[in-house]
């Protein structure tokens, strides 16, 4: 009745390595799949951003350009209404046209 019961508790002892070792085996299939999913994607976005870089980089480089000459555009104004003494601002124009 004792080699029974240790038999018993090296078959079970037994079932639970091979449980182990199958869902050791299961676990690195599934971190694999997920790993390739992930790098796929990552692959996908990378394509992308490559494809948009050029845009963004014109883009960054003529909003300085157009800050730049709003600012020119803004100072010249303001220098011109204080050489012709005009002292209306766009919202008062606007009221006086009845516009908006």
């Known amino acids: 009745m004792?080699?029974?019961?240790?038999?018993?508790l090296w078959?079970?002892?037994r079932q639970i390595k091979m449980t182990q070792a199958y869902l050791s085996?299961?676990?690195?299939?599934t971190n694999e799949k997920q790993?390739?999913?992930t790098l796929q994607y990552?692959?996908?976005?990378?394509?992308?951003?490559?494809?948009?870089?050029?845009?963004y980089n014109m883009l960054r480089a003529e909003v300085g350009?157009?800050?730049?000459q709003y600012d020119w555009a803004i100072r010249?104004?303001?220098e011109l209404r204080q050489s012709l003494?005009?002292?209306?601002?766009?919202?008062?124009?606007?009221a006086a046209l009845d516009v908006g």
Do not use: H, Q
């Open 2 to 8: 004792g080699c029974d019961r240790y038999d018993d």
């Open 11 to 13: 078959l079970i002892n």
């Open 25 to 29: 085996e299961y676990s690195s299939f």
């Open 35 to 37: 790993l390739k999913e």
């Open 42 to 55: 990552r692959r996908v976005i990378k394509d992308e951003l490559a494809k948009l870089m050029p845009v």
């Open 65 to 68: 350009k157009v800050n730049e």
């Open 76 to 78: 010249k104004g303001y």
């Open 85 to 94: 003494n005009v002292t209306l601002g766009i919202e008062e124009v606007l």
